[in-house]
């Protein structure tokens, strides 16, 4: 069925996606850790879009360094502009602090996304999902990636696993829209992981031939990760494995196995 939204890759920096969610039917935008103004003007006015609201997940500056200048933009347009972000993080020009379970609605994008504390990245970092017949989307910052997941700078291993799991337990058909295209190099270290996956395998063809001509490998969705993405295979004997040869004194439980193969990414 079609979708009332059009969810719009920007890219930025060397690696980074901001995420522009369109309603189609009054060109109301969304926009998702945008760490760079500039680009994000360049498509609203390429597009004529109005900006109407800022959802951050995280507050480091690749995705939160356009705030200000956007600001000003859409007091030129005389557009209000509503800036969502994590309770638990400074945010700057923050209007609405969000936590667990709270609803984010867009009335403009005739949408609603609920907040899921992500924690492990950093302290406070959130996840944005919108869940309907038709179809879920997730936007996770730096939590999960495809392939992989975001560093420990601020959290625990428990933590992040504990994040990892609530989106993994999110229904398959999700569409996950993270902010990095790190997919090449993180499957690199899932396949050193896990050599004898076939999904894995094959989705790395898939991957690599994509990248060949430059084409994003996001949005990837939660049925795959499920299948390829170490991090959240930790109860699977072959990655407990994998992690035991690494650094023999892992224990064979989730926890243990995650905190080894985050330390061993780390490294690689
Ligand atoms: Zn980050």
């Known amino acids: 069925m079609n979708s009332l939204y059009t969810i719009t890759a920007i890219k930025a920096f060397s690696d980074n996606y901001i995420w522009a969610i369109t309603n189609k039917s009054n060109n109301s935008t969304a926009l998702v850790d945008p760490g760079d103004a500039k680009v994000c003007i360049d498509f609203l006015k390429q597009h004529q879009l109005s900006l109407s609201a800022i959802l951050i997940t995280h507050h480091h500056p690749d995705h939160t360094g356009g705030i ?7 007091q030129q347009q005389q557009c209000p502009l509503t800036i969502y972000g994590p309770a638990n993080e400074v ?51 730096d939590t ?52 004898q996956n076939d999904v894995l395998i094959n989705y790395n063809n898939q991957v690599r ?10 949005p990837t969705s939660i049925k795959i990760e499920k299948q390829i993405n ?35 990414k780390d490294q690689f």
């Open 230 to 264: 170490p991090f959240l295979r930790c109860a699977q004997l072959s990655v407990q494995a994998s992690a035991k040869d690494f650094s023999p004194s892992t224990k064979s439980t989730e926890l243990d196995t995650f905190t080894t193969i985050r330390r061993w």
């Open 144 to 195: 999960l990636f495809s392939g992989g997941c975001g560093r420990l700078f601020e959290g625990s291993p428990t933590q992040m696993l504990n994040s990892l799991t609530k989106l993994a337990n999110l229904p398959e058909t999700t569409k996950v829209y993270c902010a990095h295209e790190y997919t090449q190099a993180n499957l690199n270290f899932a396949l050193t992981v896990e050599p």
């Open 91 to 141: 945010i700057s020009h923050c209007d609405v602090k969000l936590i667990e379970n709270d609803l984010v609605n867009l009335p403009e994008l005739n949408i609603s996304m609920r907040v899921i504390d992500v924690p492990g990245h950093t302290f406070g970092h959130i996840a944005y999902f919108s869940e309907s017949d038709t179809q879920s989307f997730l936007f996770c910052g």
């Open 68 to 74: 200000e200048e956007l600001i000003v933009y859409c």
């Open 209 to 218: 031939e994509l990248r060949e001509k430059d084409i994003s490998t996001i």
